[in-house]
């Protein structure tokens, strides 16, 4: 029932942005916590940014801090990420992923449900 549905990726020039969108559905009211991962090719999957559901914390990867923006929508189950001075680095599939509980965390295995991801590509 639950489906997380991500968005916004593409192509840029490095020093560029971009927004990806993270829509999620069948989400029952309750305290739980949004992240955005992201995996290059031959490399693991990693953490980039979380968010709680009230949007009054959030947590940063050091490769991202300062340049990309977690945020969340008001009125719609939305989960948003601003990238700003993308880098070519930066390349990867971004996936949206909820952990239950509410607690911010950057582990892989406590978030339970994971979109399919959107591709973004930098270049230099």
């Known amino acids: 029932q639950v489906q997380l549905v991500e968005s916004g990726g593409g192509l840029v020039q490095a020093g560029g942005s971009l927004r990806l969108s993270c829509v999620a559905s069948?989400?029952?009211?309750?305290?739980?916590?949004m992240g955005w991962f992201r995996q290059a090719p031959g490399k693991e999957r990693e953490f980039v940014a979380a968010i709680t559901w009230s949007g009054s914390s959030t947590y940063y990867a050091d490769s991202v801090k300062d340049r990309f923006t977690i945020s969340r929508a008001n009125f719609k189950d939305t989960v948003y990420l601003q990238m700003n001075s993308l880098k070519p680095e930066d390349t990867a599939v971004y996936y949206c992923a909820r952990r239950p509980g509410g607690t911010l965390s950057r582990l892989l295995y406590e978030y339970d449900y994971w979109g399919q991801g959107t591709q973004v590509t930098v270049s230099s």
């Open positions: 069948g989400l029952t009211f309750g305290s739980y916590a």
